[in-house]
Every structure is written in C-alpha cells, then in structure tokens.
C-alpha cells in the first residue's frame, strides 16, 4: 500500500539516513522524497509502500523510533509519484492560461483537504495567499513549510501580474469599436424583499437571494446567486454580488457567504470586480466565499 507522509527531522547529519536504515529494515520502501528545509528541522515528504496490514499506528512507531517527529500519514495513489518541479511548471502554465482557476489549481497543487466545518475532514492548518484584494485560502491536515507559503505566495503574484495585463490591455483596446454582446443590452436590477433580480424584458436572467442567518452566527447570512449561462460574463454576477452584500447589509448581516463548485471559474474574477475585499476558501471540491458587508452602504 502507498502512504503520503509528513515528518519532520531534526537538521543534523545522517538523520535522513537513520530513517532509510529503519524503513529498510521494516521492509517499508521509500519511492519518493520531499525536503523542505527550515531553520532548525526539516520537514520530509515520503512517499512509502508499506507490507500489508500496514496502517498509521505502524508507520509512526516506525517514523518516530527513527528520532523523527511524526508528522501526518495518509493513503495515496501513484499520483503522489510525479515529479513536484513538473507539477508546479504545469500549475503555472495552467494559470497563465486561465487565471480565473487559481483556486482550483493551488488547491490541488498543495494537496487541500476537506473543511471541518463541512463535517468530511479535520483541517489543522491554513495557507493564505492574496490576489488583488481577494484571500485565497487553502487547508489540510498536514502542516504548510516555509518554502510552500513562498511558492503559493509566487503563485498568486502570477495571477496577480496575469489579472493586471489583461486589464491594461482591455483598456488600451477599450476605444476600438464594436458591438457589444447582446446588442449592447443591460438589464434591469430589481430588489423585492430578500432577492436581486436582473431582468432583460420580461426574463429574469440574473437572481441573487440572501437566506436566512446562520444558526451559529446570525450576522452572516448565506447568499444563493445564479446567472443564466446565455448571460454569463457581461458583469451580471458582479453587480448582483454587490447588491445582494448591500441587502445583507440592510437585514443585519456583517458577513455573506457563498458555495460553489471547486471548478467555478467565475467566482475569482466576480469577487476582483466588484472591489471587494472577498475570501476564497478551498476545501476538497467546494469552494467558499465570504464577503464583509458591514462597511458597504446598505441596499435602498
């Protein structure tokens, strides 16, 4: 069986070596390593095949009785095999491409876990990395080194200097002329007790709803934001974002928050547009938004 494990040596020589002794002699068979150095441990990734039968209480006594302090142990596929360096070249390209999937991409990338709060998983630590005024975070139970906060870090300067490009370039093109998609149409954004409607005609195309407040925090209210597809990509989503944090506001909330699919690319650069100081959360294959509303002007 292969297991995906943490575990941090103390920063002396021969230390990586007394462990290879150990899992040698356990018929344990390191395939692939990680160093990550800090200052006065380092912190090791292997990944192990195991005899048969094996579980985390096994790999422990054998990781800690190689005068290693265990870290995180956790079953994993080949996957775990391929090579970090060409992982991450991949991820870059990925987001030089699509910039709108870093949340996605950096949580694959660092192997995010299921949030607690979800009830699917026990998340211990946090890695915080900030595009524009967005927050993007990502969990899992293992602890982030020093050097992955600095690769996630260079990771969202990439997106950050991505977004930047594409604004300056919209703007220099922004006196060419030509149509504008669906006829260069806006629709009608009506507020009726706790939902936004964008409406073209007689068709809603565009509806956000502020729920009910949080059972263990009533000044967050939960916000539900839906645009037709035919629709998407003009602006909807973001002025609906805003108009629903502003009705929140009005009905007492401090915070919204909003869940998504892990793979919805809409969610980054709808939080950027509106000028909020939004926070993207990464967890297994959802993705959540909070949004402070407190300081916005509420919906007239």
């Known amino acids: 069986m292969l297991w995906r494990v943490r575990t941090t040596l103390p920063d002396r020589p021969g230390a990586l070596a007394v462990l290879a002794q150990h899992c040698g002699a356990a018929g344990v068979n390191i395939l692939g390593l990680q160093i ?5 441990n380092v912190t090791d990734e292997l990944v192990l095949r195991t005899p048969d039968g ?21 079953p994993c596929t080949e996957a775990a095999l391929s090579d970090q360096p060409t992982r991450y070249v991949q991820a870059a390209r990925t987001i030089l491409a699509q910039p709108a999937s870093f949340p996605e991409v950096i949580a694959q990338l ?3 876990e299921a949030d607690p709060a979800t009830g699917a998983g026990i998340a211990q630590d946090v890695m915080e990395m900030t595009v524009g005024d967005v927050q993007v975070q990502v969990r899992r139970q293992a602890p982030f080194t020093p050097t ?6 260079a990771m969202a300067d990439l997106v950050s200097d991505v977004l930047q490009r594409s604004k300056e370039s919209a703007a220099i093109g922004s006196n060419t002329t030509g149509r504008r998609l669906g006829g260069g149409q806006t629709p009608d954004y009506v507020n009726e007790g706790d939902s936004v409607s964008a409406i073209m005609g007689d068709v809603v195309v565009g509806l956000a709803t ?36 502003r009705l929140a506001h009005r009905m007492g909330a401090a915070e919204i928050i909003l869940t998504t699919r892990s793979d919805n690319q809409a969610v980054l650069p709808m ?30």
């Open 36 to 40: 990550f150095p800090d200052i006065e």
């Open 271 to 300: 939080v950027l547009a509106a000028g909020m100081r939004g926070r993207i959360r990464m967890a297994a294959d959802v993705l959540t938004v909070r949004v402070p509303v407190r300081d916005l002007k509420p919906l007239g």
């Open 148 to 153: 992955e906060h600095a690769r996630g870090a």
């Open 54 to 74: 094996w579980g985390t209480t096994e790999i422990a006594g054998l990781i800690e009785g190689s005068g290693a302090v265990f870290v995180n142990a956790a």
């Open 110 to 112: 660092f192997d995010a």
């Open 210 to 245: 502020v729920q009910p407040a949080l059972a263990d925090d009533p000044e967050v209210r939960p916000v539900i934001l839906r645009v037709d597809p035919t629709w998407q990509r003009r602006g909807i989503g973001t002025r609906l974002l805003v108009d629903a944090s």
